[in-house]
């Protein structure tokens, strides 16, 4: 078997050219949404939960993304002007440090509507369901609002 001669192949590697990229200057709005949605799909979640509010089962729909990528959390908050960012606490010491991005209520469902086109099927499905129960809840809630304006009337009356 004959012998590859190794030498030369280092000094064609040392002196090969470095590529560049030709940077863009921002991505265009809806290639952004396309973009954050993938990323919500991938490392994200949607939900509806409990409201902070102390013996209330009032509950508020929910996006989220945790990641240990920062500058990929600063730029969801940023892009969809909204939320919070937070940084997480190490749940093993030899693990990487982790943000969290997080809207909530009317800012959620903003979002919903933003980015569902680009959402896998099964993110769809729970951003349909959270939205049901959302209008579900707020319709029991609009009821119970009237019924219970209509009942301090009648109290007055009598």
Known sequence: MAEKNLDHHLEEDQTHKVLKFPQRKELEKDNQEAYF???IDG?????YEK???PNSDYRIPCIGVEM?????????????????VISMKKRVAHHKQSW?????????????FKI????SGRRKEKIDEVLKRY??????RE??????????NVVKRN
């Open 37 to 39: 949605a993938g990323v």
């Open 43 to 47: 490392e994200g979640w949607i939900s």
């Open 51 to 53: 409201a902070s509010k």
């Open 68 to 84: 240990t990528d920062e500058d990929v959390i600063r730029k969801l908050h940023g892009f969809f002007s909204s939320g919070t």
């Open 100 to 112: 969290r991005w997080k809207a909530r209520g009317k800012a959620a469902v903003a979002i919903f």
């Open 116 to 119: 569902y086109n680009y959402l």
């Open 135 to 140: 209008c579900d809840d707020a319709n029991a």
């Open 143 to 152: 009821k119970y609002r009237k019924l219970n304006g209509v009942l301090k």
